[in-house]
């Protein structure tokens, strides 16, 4: 089957809103995490979120947000985009930069792309309030496709004039991971040379708040401290949002026009816990099966893998189900990959998070790092027997894993391998 890679990157992001300072931040752990205002309510006990910032899209009209003004985004296309879709938007124009796609290569029947997010609940909630307080008639015409989910298909495909193959994905966190898989065995089975695939979150009051309801959330006000993965006293994840975007292309095509490449993205597995709608297998049921079909998929062995970027969201049971997963899989390695969690840096950016990760893996293969895990004061002993790693780390991996994981027990095992690996 036809190899895949990726050319093409862009980042809007608590940590960066480019890949340069993505990556200093990443190899510094230096958080994104503020104290976001519309929390700043004695009835709200949730005070950070790891913040956008050059962007202030608090304003319900898109015409009256504030951003980058490089991009340019025109009035008409913004009267149909909530948030994420700004900032997706803003992401997919630096990756298409960044790999030197021509309008050609965009705008053509063998590109297709792939998106995942929520949609937005704030969008929702505004054009459902107009309807009941003035009227149907009085609704904004794009209401609709600004805010359900699948907006950041029906924007991007309009905009960017995608004709290839097109579709969102909604899996809860493991939403941006199950696009990437299946962008990839879009370009293994010969059916796009291409794939876009984009995820994008608001990262707003109404997005990340609720999740408070199910006590998942830090409640801490100490933006150093407030996301620890994989610490012993870890009280919740940091809510986030942005987008990232990445290209894919078969290897051909990118090697034809003489493309920089970040790696090769080997391929992919999945599997599910078939246990609980909104909590993790307490032994990695899922994630095991994902991580095995992986490597199966790809013909690699567990000791091939040098780093691991983990999905551990800061929460108990997530955490800890990831654990026994990798425990299960890695434990009888005689050199153990490297894990990290970076949702200490970035915060949890739920359907985003899996292309997020991934991002930094290849900012991992170009810059030869691998990024620590930041916080960790008391390391669980749970995690003890695995190499977590606590600093960055001036390594060239070779083989790197991302691991997603979203309600329902769904989970995502992405493969990638450095280009220089043989």
């Keep these: 089957m036809p190899e895949v890679v990726v050319t093409g990157l862009g980042f809007i992001t608590s940590i960066g809103n ?5 990556t200093g931040n990443l190899r510094d752990l230096k958080h994104g995490f503020e104290r976001y205002e519309p929390f700043q309510n004695e009835d709200i006990p949730v005070k950070l979120t790891g913040t956008i910032k050059d962007f202030d899209t608090s304003s319900n009209e898109g015409e009256d947000w504030i951003y980058p003004q490089k991009y340019k985004v025109k009035r008409e296309f913004l009267r149909s985009l909530s948030p994420h879709g700004l900032y997706a938007n803003c992401a997919l124009v630096q990756a298409i930069e960044d790999a030197g796609w021509t309008e050609e290569d965009i705008s053509h029947p063998r590109t297709g792309l792939y998106t995942a997010s929520s949609g937005s609940a704030r969008g929702i909630h505004y054009h459902l309030g107009i309807m009941e307080k003035r009227g149907v008639l009085r609704c904004s015409p794009m209401g609709v496709i600004s805010s359900i989910a699948g907006t950041l298909n029906f924007n991007l495909v309009s905009r960017f004039q995608i004709q290839g193959s097109s579709c969102g994905f909604v899996s809860a966190c493991a939403s941006s991971g199950h696009a990437l898989g299946f962008a990839c065995d879009e370009i293994m089975r010969g059916r796009q040379d291409r794939m876009i695939v984009v995820g994008a979150e608001d990262g707003n009051l109404e997005s990340i708040l609720p999740f408070a309801g199910m006590r998942a959330l830090s409640l801490s006000d100490d933006p150093d ?52 709608a909104a909590q993790s297998h307490p032994e990695g049921k899922g994630m095991v099966l994902a991580i ?26 997530g955490d800890i189900s990831e654990i026994r997963a990798l ?96």
Excluded at 18 to 22: E, F, M
């Design 225 to 276: 401290t407030a996301s620890k993965p994989f610490d012993v006293h870890r009280k919740g994840f940091v809510g986030t949002g942005g987008a990232v975007a990445m290209l894919l292309e078969s290897g051909s095509a990118a090697r034809e026009r003489g493309s920089r490449i970040y790696a090769e993205f080997v391929g992919w597995g999945q599997g599910s816990d078939g246990h609980h």
């Design 292 to 317: 095995e079909n992986a490597l199966r998929e790809t013909g690699l062995a567990s000791e091939e893998v040098d780093y691991i970027n983990a999905h551990a969201p800061s929460t108990l049971t």
């Design 327 to 422: 425990k299960k899989v890695f434990g009888g390695c005689q050199n153990p990959p490297a894990i990290s969690s970076t949702k200490a840096l970035t915060g949890h950016g739920l359907s985003l998070s899996s292309i997020m990760e991934a991002g930094f893996c290849m900012l991992a293969f170009e810059e030869d790092f691998l990024p620590g895990s930041a916080h960790i004061e008391k390391l669980d002993p749970e995690a003890e027997s695995l190499n977590i790693i606590r600093q960055s780390q001036e390594r060239s991996p070779k083989v790197i894993l991302s691991n997603s994981s979203g309600f329902g027990g769904a989970n995502v095992a992405l493969l990638f391998r450095s280009v220089n690996a043989n």
């Design 18 to 22: 480019s890949k340069g300072a993505v």
